[in-house]
Structures are given as C-alpha cells and as structure tokens.
C-alpha cells in the first residue's frame, strides 16, 4: 500500500519548458528501458532522444541538459501529452528524474490516470495561460511557480498571476494523500464488507465455499 502518511499540498519550483505538441510516450520513454522488471534507473531513458545524440552524447541545446533548469519540480508541456501506448515507465521515468507535476493545455486520458495514480500531478491550463508559463519559464528559467492542490491554483511569482485548474474530487484525494487506486478502494472496506454480508444474506447459494 501508497504510505498515506506524507501529504503533498503544494508543489513549488522552477519550471522546465517543453512546447513539443502530441509528445508520446514513446518518446517520453523510449522502447529500449523497458526491459528492466522493476522502477529503477528510469532516469536516464527519460526523453532519451531528445537529451542524446546518436554516440550518446548530451544534447547542448536541449532544455533538459542546461544547468539553469537543473532541480526543476515542474514540466510544462504541450497539448495531448503523454498520448501514445500506455507504458507507466513514462510516468516513473519523469518521477525519477525529479518531476512532480506536468503542465499542459490537455493530457491523454491513460496517461492522466497512470499519472494521478502514482502521484504525478497533472495539471491542465487552457492554452494562453500554458503559452505565458512557457514564455515566463523561457525568459527566466529561475522564476518560480507554485501549484496548490488545495486550492487548485497555478501561481505564476514573476507575473504575480493566478490560475484555476480542474480536479477531480478523486484524484485529489489520491495525490494529496498519496493514495492508490486499491487505497482508495480499501477505505470504503466497511461499506464493500456490509455489501458482501447483505448480499449473501439475501441470495445464500451464491455464497463460494
């Protein structure tokens, strides 16, 4: 079970900006760090081709590679990320290498629901307010933004602007509190349990032995 203990409230941070439009998790992931049969070392393959040229050197140009956004907490992407196959290694890699949360006009759906089920916030902004995060975090890769979960805000620090994200009541509960989809399951226990016995009550000879 998820450690419910340690809530996540707010995520604080400089912003790394990656405007590419329908990245997949192909390419969030590449195919080749899939071998592996646990979670470890997922880092590296993160956008792989995108940080690497062929002899496996850094690419200079490549947001990801310069020191300025060096402990970033906060990706801001483009429209439909995360589209593509369903790999929750993309979702681990972007954890491992120190993402807490991903900003974007849209997600694809199973990505969404890998992301909020392992804690990675996904949070969607409509397109200017995307489109002024990336300019800010382009401009001044120092600048800070802080995400409220409570609240359900993007605080922009060098703009002094302020945006309001949907959340489901249920994902909330889960990245707040650090729950999976079976924690989340096993605090209605009770309720699944009185079912079962009234349910058994009524129609005994479906009882299993």
Aim: hydrophobic share 40%.
């Amino acid at each position: 079970m998820t450690d419910v203990s340690n809530k996540l409230t707010k995520i604080e941070g400089n912003a790394v900006p990656l405007p590419i439009e329908n990245l997949d998790t192909d390419q969030i992931m590449p195919k080749q760090f899939l071998r592996i049969i646990d979670k470890a070392g997922l880092s590296k393959g993160l956008l792989y081709d995108l940080r690497f040229d062929e002899h496996g050197e850094p690419v200079a140009d490549c947001v990801l590679n310069q020191p300025a956004y060096n402990g970033a907490r906060i990706l801001i992407g483009g429209a439909n990320f995360g589209c593509g196959s369903s790999r929750e290694h993309a979702v681990w890699g972007l954890q491992q290498y120190g993402f807490d949360a991903v900003i974007a006009p849209s997600f694809a759906e199973i990505f969404y629901s890998n992301a909020m089920n392992n804690r990675l916030l996904l949070v969607q902004l409509d397109r200017e307010a995307v489109d002024g995060l990336l300019s800010e975090s382009t401009d001044d890769p120092g600048s800070k933004i802080l995400i409220d979960l409570e609240a359900q805000t993007v605080h922009s620090a060098t703009k002094n602007q302020i945006f309001k994200f949907p959340l489901g009541a249920r994902h909330k509960r889960m990245v707040i509190e650090g729950m999976d989809t079976i924690d989340l399951t096993l605090t209605a226990l009770a309720d699944i349990e009185a079912f079962e016995k009234r349910h058994f009550e009524r129609y005994p000879w479906a009882a299993v032995m």
